[in-house]
Protein backbone atom coordinates (compact mmCIF):
# COMPACT_ATOMS: atom_id res chain seq x y z
CA UNK A 1 0.00 0.00 0.00
CA UNK A 2 1.04 3.70 -1.05
CA UNK A 3 2.77 5.17 1.85
CA UNK A 4 0.26 8.61 2.85
CA UNK A 5 1.93 11.50 2.05
CA UNK A 6 1.05 14.79 5.00
CA UNK A 7 1.32 17.30 2.79
CA UNK A 8 0.60 19.78 4.76
CA UNK A 9 4.16 18.66 6.89
CA UNK A 10 5.88 18.70 3.68
CA UNK A 11 5.05 22.41 3.08
CA UNK A 12 6.04 23.19 6.98
CA UNK A 13 9.24 21.33 5.91
CA UNK A 14 10.38 23.18 2.98
CA UNK A 15 9.04 26.40 4.90
CA UNK A 16 11.85 25.68 7.91
CA UNK A 17 14.60 25.33 4.97
CA UNK A 18 13.16 28.43 4.01
CA UNK A 19 13.71 30.20 7.04
CA UNK A 20 17.31 28.39 7.91
CA UNK A 21 18.31 29.73 4.22
CA UNK A 22 17.76 33.09 5.23
CA UNK A 23 18.51 32.95 9.14
CA UNK A 24 22.25 31.65 7.27
CA UNK A 25 22.56 33.69 3.91
CA UNK A 26 19.82 36.11 4.34
CA UNK A 27 16.93 36.65 2.10
CA UNK A 28 18.50 36.96 -1.03
CA UNK A 29 20.11 33.22 -0.93
CA UNK A 30 16.77 31.53 -1.34
CA UNK A 31 16.53 29.39 -4.12
CA UNK A 32 14.75 26.22 -5.03
CA UNK A 33 18.22 24.87 -4.81
CA UNK A 34 19.33 26.13 -1.62
CA UNK A 35 16.04 25.52 0.48
CA UNK A 36 15.85 21.99 -1.00
CA UNK A 37 19.06 21.49 0.87
CA UNK A 38 18.50 23.17 4.04
CA UNK A 39 14.52 20.97 4.35
CA UNK A 40 16.19 17.54 3.34
CA UNK A 41 14.06 17.22 -0.23
CA UNK A 42 14.78 17.13 -3.44
CA UNK A 43 14.22 20.26 -5.66
CA UNK A 44 11.32 18.68 -7.98
CA UNK A 45 9.73 17.95 -4.47
CA UNK A 46 10.31 21.72 -3.59
CA UNK A 47 8.98 23.01 -7.50
CA UNK A 48 6.02 20.32 -6.92
CA UNK A 49 4.68 22.91 -4.08
CA UNK A 50 6.31 26.41 -4.92
CA UNK A 51 6.56 27.89 -8.06
CA UNK A 52 8.81 31.00 -7.32
CA UNK A 53 10.71 31.93 -5.18
CA UNK A 54 8.39 34.65 -4.38
CA UNK A 55 5.85 31.56 -3.09
CA UNK A 56 8.45 29.79 -1.32
CA UNK A 57 9.80 33.52 0.79
CA UNK A 58 5.42 33.88 1.38
CA UNK A 59 5.02 30.61 2.46
CA UNK A 60 7.30 30.73 5.38
CA UNK A 61 6.54 34.50 6.63
CA UNK A 62 2.76 33.25 6.96
CA UNK A 63 3.91 30.51 8.79
CA UNK A 64 5.86 32.54 11.32
CA UNK A 65 2.74 34.77 11.56
CA UNK A 66 1.08 31.49 12.25
CA UNK A 67 3.36 30.34 15.43
CA UNK A 68 3.41 33.96 16.83
CA UNK A 69 -0.41 33.97 16.82
CA UNK A 70 -0.44 30.45 18.40
CA UNK A 71 1.57 31.53 20.43
CA UNK A 72 -0.40 35.16 21.49
CA UNK A 73 -2.99 32.46 21.90
CA UNK A 74 -1.67 30.28 24.48
CA UNK A 75 -2.07 33.15 26.97
CA UNK A 76 -5.63 33.29 26.67
CA UNK A 77 -6.28 32.23 30.45
CA UNK A 78 -3.86 35.23 31.81
CA UNK A 79 -4.84 38.49 33.33
CA UNK A 80 -4.91 41.21 31.13
CA UNK A 81 -2.11 42.89 31.92
CA UNK A 82 0.28 39.83 31.48
CA UNK A 83 -1.37 39.49 28.35
CA UNK A 84 -0.58 42.53 27.09
CA UNK A 85 3.01 43.09 28.40
CA UNK A 86 3.86 39.00 26.59
CA UNK A 87 2.27 40.17 23.59
CA UNK A 88 4.82 43.72 23.34
CA UNK A 89 7.71 41.67 24.28
CA UNK A 90 7.43 39.13 21.69
CA UNK A 91 9.52 40.15 19.27
CA UNK A 92 12.29 40.93 21.52
CA UNK A 93 14.67 37.83 21.50
CA UNK A 94 15.12 36.12 24.78
CA UNK A 95 17.77 33.73 23.44
CA UNK A 96 20.01 33.21 20.36
CA UNK A 97 17.93 31.07 18.18
CA UNK A 98 14.56 33.88 19.16
CA UNK A 99 17.71 36.28 17.79
CA UNK A 100 17.57 34.47 14.77
CA UNK A 101 14.07 34.01 14.49
CA UNK A 102 14.04 37.92 14.78
CA UNK A 103 16.34 38.98 12.00
CA UNK A 104 14.27 36.62 9.97
CA UNK A 105 11.32 38.49 10.05
CA UNK A 106 13.14 41.76 9.99
CA UNK A 107 14.22 40.15 6.57
CA UNK A 108 10.57 39.20 5.44
CA UNK A 109 9.97 43.08 6.45
CA UNK A 110 12.92 44.48 4.37
CA UNK A 111 11.42 42.20 1.33
CA UNK A 112 7.64 43.04 1.56
CA UNK A 113 9.29 46.50 0.46
CA UNK A 114 9.35 44.87 -3.25
CA UNK A 115 6.54 42.13 -2.79
CA UNK A 116 2.95 43.19 -2.67
CA UNK A 117 1.89 39.77 -1.34
CA UNK A 118 4.04 39.59 1.50
CA UNK A 119 3.68 43.17 2.65
CA UNK A 120 -0.10 42.41 2.92
CA UNK A 121 0.85 39.32 4.77
CA UNK A 122 2.94 41.58 6.78
CA UNK A 123 0.56 44.11 7.35
CA UNK A 124 -2.35 42.35 8.19
CA UNK A 125 -0.40 40.49 11.19
CA UNK A 126 0.00 44.29 12.66
CA UNK A 127 -3.26 45.59 12.08
CA UNK A 128 -4.16 41.84 14.16
CA UNK A 129 -1.46 42.71 16.60
CA UNK A 130 -2.84 46.41 16.87
CA UNK A 131 -6.74 44.84 16.96
CA UNK A 132 -5.25 42.81 19.95
CA UNK A 133 -3.58 45.30 21.60
CA UNK A 134 -6.88 48.06 21.65
CA UNK A 135 -8.34 44.78 22.97
CA UNK A 136 -6.83 44.51 25.78
CA UNK A 137 -5.77 48.07 26.90
CA UNK A 138 -9.70 48.37 27.01
CA UNK A 139 -10.20 45.40 28.93
CA UNK A 140 -7.28 47.46 31.24
CA UNK A 141 -9.33 50.44 31.16
CA UNK A 142 -5.57 52.78 31.78
CA UNK A 143 -7.78 55.94 32.23
CA UNK A 144 -5.16 57.50 29.79
CA UNK A 145 -5.80 60.98 28.40
CA UNK A 146 -4.85 59.45 24.87
CA UNK A 147 -7.30 57.77 22.89
CA UNK A 148 -6.63 54.12 23.13
CA UNK A 149 -5.85 53.34 18.98
CA UNK A 150 -3.76 56.47 19.50
CA UNK A 151 -1.60 54.55 22.97
CA UNK A 152 -1.65 51.02 21.18
CA UNK A 153 0.01 52.66 18.22
CA UNK A 154 2.64 54.15 20.21
CA UNK A 155 3.31 50.59 22.60
CA UNK A 156 3.39 48.74 19.47
CA UNK A 157 6.24 51.60 17.82
CA UNK A 158 8.12 51.37 21.39
CA UNK A 159 8.03 47.17 21.23
CA UNK A 160 9.19 47.70 17.06
CA UNK A 161 11.87 50.00 18.13
CA UNK A 162 13.21 47.62 21.02
CA UNK A 163 12.94 44.67 19.04
CA UNK A 164 14.84 45.76 16.29
CA UNK A 165 17.96 47.39 18.38
CA UNK A 166 17.81 44.19 20.18
CA UNK A 167 18.63 42.32 16.99
CA UNK A 168 21.84 44.32 15.96
CA UNK A 169 23.00 43.71 19.40
CA UNK A 170 22.46 47.81 20.38
CA UNK A 171 20.55 46.84 23.21
CA UNK A 172 20.85 43.95 25.82
CA UNK A 173 17.44 41.89 25.24
CA UNK A 174 16.93 41.74 28.77
CA UNK A 175 17.24 45.43 29.44
CA UNK A 176 15.02 45.73 26.03
CA UNK A 177 12.23 44.03 27.80
CA UNK A 178 12.78 45.83 31.09
CA UNK A 179 12.79 48.82 29.22
CA UNK A 180 8.94 48.00 27.98
CA UNK A 181 7.84 46.71 31.16
CA UNK A 182 8.94 49.73 32.37
CA UNK A 183 6.97 51.91 30.32
CA UNK A 184 3.54 49.65 30.50
CA UNK A 185 4.19 50.50 34.31
CA UNK A 186 4.36 54.09 33.72
CA UNK A 187 1.61 54.21 31.78
CA UNK A 188 -0.29 52.69 34.37
CA UNK A 189 -0.98 49.30 32.06
CA UNK A 190 1.74 47.11 33.08
CA UNK A 191 2.13 44.32 35.90
CA UNK A 192 3.39 44.96 39.48
CA UNK A 193 6.86 46.56 39.56
CA UNK A 194 9.42 44.24 39.46
CA UNK A 195 8.09 41.53 37.33
CA UNK A 196 9.41 42.06 34.11
CA UNK A 197 7.08 41.07 31.36
CA UNK A 198 8.44 38.16 29.90
CA UNK A 199 10.48 36.84 32.52
CA UNK A 200 8.37 33.63 33.39
CA UNK A 201 6.00 31.55 31.04
CA UNK A 202 2.08 32.74 30.79
Not at 48 to 62: E, G, I, P, Q, S
Not at 63 to 81: I, K, M, S, Y
Not at 172 to 193: E, F, K, N, S, Y
Given at each position: MP???D?????A???????????E?G??A???????????V??????H??A??????L?????F??R????H??T?G????E??????VM??????D??V?A?V?QG????????????????????ARR?SVV?L??E?D???A??V?V????????AD?????A?V??????D??A??HA?C??L?I???????C?S??I
Amino acid sequence: MPKQVDHGERRAAIALGVVGVIAEHGIGAVSVRSVARAAGVSTGQVQHYFATKADLVLHACRLFVDRATEQHAATAGAPPRERLEHLLVMGIPATPDQRVGAAVWQGFVTAAVTDARLAEVIASAWRARRDSVVELLTEIDPGSALPVPVLADLLAATADGLTTRAIVGDVDQDDARATMHAHCVALGIGTAPGQVCGSRPI
